[in-house]
């Protein structure tokens, strides 16, 4: 038999009408006979074309086999419900009604029950693919939930469904205010208009800690390219001028700076300009460990490191004392400052 005629009377086209799964199907369809599976569909449609394969091919006898057709076939699957319409098998049998000649009648007979051996073979094959799916689909789902990437999807907690019924009611608020506020057109504006300033002051808010932020970091940064390009000697000059101005912070800064830079003069260091001044006092201790006046070295730069981390990286307030204090120190790694 020709393919286009079997593919005439699959799901595909008109003949197989697809419609929505139904909780419970009824017991009787008009004009049709409703099959609980796919099998059982499959052996009726063979024992149709048996049927017709054994009676003699007479006018009668197609007749008799037409009548006994129900108008459609309801198949109720696993998920879905289809129709299926007798109809082509009905024009079959007419066609092999109206037949004079014998083997043209024949010829008829053996097409409708080609046709009708064919429709039962899709059928089994049909519940065969659903059988199968039905049988490793939920193993195979859990295979793949298991996964480590699935690992951490869950259904909703009791956490978020309950933040889910705060923003639904937040929401539902704010909704209920402003359609209260959209009934007075002078209450809208003013509500507009302090929305906008509240936003204006925000960001003008944010735009100056970002500037003052900026500032200190910029501030704060290490001078690393003077640091190796001044003597010693000009970083005292520079601290003594800062301090005749009152601005001990920066003498303070200036008298560390100077310390270093006799240190790395004087060899007990090495210039880096990537070391903290943390790590400037760990190198002086490593230095000087095994020289006699390795102690006084350490307690000195110690004495400088802390006043530095205080009164510049931490911007506390400095004082003449601190100042005097860091010159001291200066004064202890072997400056000669008089």
Known sequence: MPL???????????????????????PTVAGGKIYADAPSFAAELQRIGNA???????????????????????????ERHYSLSAEPLRALL?????????????????EAAEWVFDLANQVHAFGGVQTHSALGARPTLERILNRREFGSVHGPTAWDLFRQRINHWIENLL??????????????????????????VWLAVALFRYW????????????????????????????????????????V??????????????GV???????????????????????????????????????????????RPASNQDFTNAIESVEALGCQLR
Not at 96 to 106: G, I, V
Not at 178 to 195: D, H, N, S, T, V
């Open 4 to 26: 286009l005629l079997v593919l005439s009377f699959v799901p595909v086209v008109n003949c197989l009408a697809e419609t929505a799964s139904q909780d419970s199907l009824p």
């Open 52 to 78: 017709i394969k054994q009676e003699k091919a007479s006018a009668a006898n197609m007749a008799a086999l037409r009548e006994k057709l129900p108008s459609q076939w309801e198949l109720a699957a696993a």
């Open 212 to 251: 003052t932020k900026r500032a200190a970091r910029e501030e704060l940064q290490t001078p690393d390219a003077v640091a190796f390009v001044r003597t010693w000697q000009e970083w005292i000059r520079t601290a003594r001028e800062a301090a005749t101005r009152g601005d001990f912070r920066k003498a």
């Open 269 to 315: 260091v090495k210039k880096d300009r990537a070391r903290t001044p943390r790590e400037y006092l760990r190198s002086v201790s490593h230095a000087t460990e095994l020289a006699a006046s390795g102690r006084r070295t350490r307690e000195a730069l110690a004495a400088l490191t802390i006043a530095l981390e205080q009164v510049w990286y931490g911007r």
């Open 253 to 266: 800064h200036s008298t560390y700076w100077a310390g270093i830079s006799y240190l790395e003069d004087s």
């Open 94 to 110: 007419r066609e092999a009604e109206k037949e004079k000649k014998p083997e043209n009648r024949a010829a008829k007979v053996t």
């Open 175 to 200: 909704m209920r205010f402003f359609r209260q506020i959209g009934r007075y057109p002078i209450g809208a504006k003013i509500l507009y208009w302090g929305i906008v300033i509240a936003v204006v």
